[in-house]
């Protein structure tokens, strides 16, 4: 059994930052890429950024230059820096990852449970 669990999630300030983390754990032969999400009531779920496991990033334009994703693949671990935040920033962030639990097996998506992020004065 494969989870991810997000964490860093929380309230802050315009102008502030947050650091998200997402811990793959469970049966992992191989990780591939992993990204963020965020979605807000009544909008559909987007993606924010992507990390392959060779480290390649991709962001959407609305947080490039302000957020950088990055992985620790020796801990399973994807991160998701954020600076500069605004209140258009506010969502649910949720972590994605591609993975193969075991050898023989189909790499498939998975998904956290997301974590929310308010940014409010």
């Known amino acids: 059994q494969v989870q991810l669990v997000e964490s860093g999630g929380g309230l802050v300030q315009p102008g502030g930052s947050l650091r998200l983390s997402c811990a793959a754990s469970?049966?992992?032969?191989?990780?591939?890429?992993m990204a963020w999400y965020r979605q807000t009531p009544g909008k559909q779920r987007e993606l924010v950024a992507t990390?392959?496991?060779?480290?390649?990033?991709n962001y959407a334009d609305s947080v490039k230059g302000r957020f950088t994703i990055s992985r620790d693949n020796a801990k399973n671990t994807a991160f998701l820096q954020m600076n500069s935040l605004t209140p258009e920033d506010t969502a649910v962030y949720y972590c994605?990852?591609?993975?193969?639990?075991?050898?023989?097996?189909?790499?498939?998506?998975?998904w956290g449970q997301g974590t929310q992020v308010t940014v409010s004065s």
């Open positions: 990390i392959t496991s060779a480290g390649s990033t």
């Open positions: 994605n990852a591609v993975i193969k639990p075991k050898s023989y097996a189909m790499a498939t998506d998975y």
């Open positions: 469970g049966s992992i032969f191989n990780i591939f890429a």
